[in-house]
């Protein structure tokens, strides 16, 4: 299986900063990763596809980066309604999600 | 408007069986792969299963196969979740998914809003 280690676990941030939000796969995936949000009891939402594709009606402030193993989720002027966690998942072979970080209200 | 509402979740001894339904629409349910995907409590995202837009594939994780059967009614626009042989380790929301799709393969671009699922004697 695939693993994937999301860093940081946990961060903790004011409104108006910009953040990168990790994601390193186990072994080279090519651009096969795709990031959620998930706030506290909702269900998950997609983001980004293939590390830097965008999503339709997703805020322009949601980018990805990545190729490879190594991947980023970098939020441009957090909002206070993207408090919630992040999700990354990896579709190069059967499905598997990394462990989350949590951005939370510093 | 694309919609995937679950049903058939509960509290359940180990052991025994449960099974999901979700009904679809919005969407050419036949044109899609469809998944489950399940949460624990304050755990995160684990992928259950996946199924063909025929049926005729399947597929699951060392952790649920032989235990779990996914299954679809394309006529009935509907996904189902067979789930046998209960652990209390099983206990979990579990969310119906759609699949998207393109070269770098499947990843979930609409997702129910969950069933809770409880496995305890």
């Known amino acids: 299986d695939i693993v994937l280690t999301q860093s940081p676990a946990t961060l903790s941030v004011t409104p108006g900063e910009s953040v990168s939000l990790s994601c390193r796969a186990s072994?080279?995936?090519?651009?096969?990763i795709h990031w959620y949000q998930q706030k506290s009891n909702e269900s998950p939402r997609l983001l980004i596809k293939?590390?830097?594709q965008s999503i339709s009606g997703i805020p322009s402030r949601f980018s990805g980066s990545g190729s490879g193993t190594d991947f980023t989720l970098s939020i441009n002027r957090v909002e206070s309604e993207d408090f919630s966690v992040y999700y990354c998942?990896?579709?190069?072979?059967?499905?598997?999600f990394g462990a989350g970080t949590k951005l939370e209200l510093k | 408007e694309v919609q995937l509402v679950e049903s058939g979740g509960g509290l359940v001894q180990p052991g025994r069986s449960l099974k999901l339904s979700c009904a679809a629409s919005?969407?050419?349910?036949?044109?899609?792969?469809m998944a489950w995907v399940r949460q624990a409590p304050k755990k995160g995202l684990e992928w259950v299963a996946t199924?063909?837009?025929?049926?005729?594939?399947?597929?699951?994780p060392d952790s649920v196969k032989g235990r779990f059967t996914i299954s679809r009614d394309n006529a009935k626009s509907s996904l189902y979740l067979q789930m046998n042989s209960l652990k209390s380790e099983d206990t979990a929301t579990y969310y119906c998914?759609?699949?998207?799709f393109g070269l770098g393969g499947y990843y979930f671009d609409y997702w129910g809003q969950g069933v809770m699922v409880t496995v305890s004697s």
């Open positions: 998942q990896q579709s190069y072979s059967l499905p598997t």
């Open positions: 072994q080279g995936i090519s651009t096969s």
């Open positions: 293939f590390a830097s």
């Open positions: 919005g969407f050419t349910f036949s044109n899609y792969y």
């Open positions: 199924i063909s837009t025929s049926g005729s594939r399947t597929y699951y």
């Open positions: 998914a759609r699949h998207g």
